[in-house]
């Protein structure tokens, strides 16, 4: 299995470009999330999904839209990119108490 | 949601035992406490929870005081993988959408010397 995968692991974006991080899970989770980690901080959640269909916003969900059309696809979307968003962002999923997170994608806007 | 206290960094011999604290005065009678820990440039990695009884799984344990205001993650035999950045989290019981919900502090850096 190879648990949870992220699609890029790295991405440069100019302000104001959009672009959409892939993550996916072979472990048939119902539970997905999106995280963001800023330097020097912990994790942050900005979306989650709790099934296919469905998804609530997080923490900072600001500048950030999702979809989960697939039970193991959990998309990130970003419209309109901002310096602020450089950041390194973490996909997870669970079933119990547990999570299992990916390897990251680290992110830069100019 | 309740947070924790930890210290901001801690240090260790290799193949000394670890005592890594961790202080959550406001926590709920239904809050679980996990630990999970977070290797440079990785992504977080469930190390162990529980409820109110110690607990202990291959990679640590998990001691809960009585009262459930502090916990210590124990590594019996700290290794040089070791070195990481070690959260601390409470979670609370299935409130349909919020299960599972994780919110990170910044942590503990373990620094492990050979």
């Known amino acids: 299995n190879a648990g949870v995968t992220q699609t890029p692991k790295f991405r440069v974006l100019k302000t104001g470009q959009s672009m959409t991080l892939l993550c996916a899970q072979d472990m048939n989770h119902e539970y997905m999330y999106w995280y963001r980690q800023d330097p020097g901080m912990g994790l942050r959640l900005i979306h989650y999904?709790?099934?296919?269909?469905?998804?609530a916003k997080g923490e900072v969900p600001d500048g950030y839209n999702v979809s989960r059309l697939k039970k193991q696809n959990f998309l990130l979307g970003l419209e309109s990119a901002a310096p602020s968003q450089t950041s390194v962002y973490f996909c997870?999923?669970?079933?119990?108490?547990?999570?299992?997170f990916g390897p990251g994608t680290r992110l830069t806007v100019l | 949601d309740a947070k924790t206290t930890q210290p901001n960094s801690m240090e260790s011999n290799e193949e000394e035992p670890v005592h890594l604290p961790c202080n959550h005065s406001?926590?709920?009678?239904?809050?679980?406490i996990h630990w999970y820990r977070q290797l440079p440039s990785q992504g977080p990695e469930y190390v162990i929870h529980g409820l109110t009884s110690n607990v202990n799984n291959r990679m640590a344990s998990l001691a809960i005081a009585e009262d459930r205001k502090s916990s210590t993650l124990i590594l019996h035999r700290a290794t040089l993988r070791d070195a990481a950045v070690y959260y601390c989290i409470l979670s609370g019981m299935d409130r349909g959408s919020t299960l599972g919900r994780l919110y990170f502090g910044r942590g503990t850096q373990l620094t492990v010397w050979p």
């Open positions: 999904s709790v099934g296919e269909g469905t998804t």
């Open positions: 997870a999923s669970s079933s119990t108490r547990v999570q299992f």
């Open positions: 406001t926590i709920s009678g239904t809050d679980y």
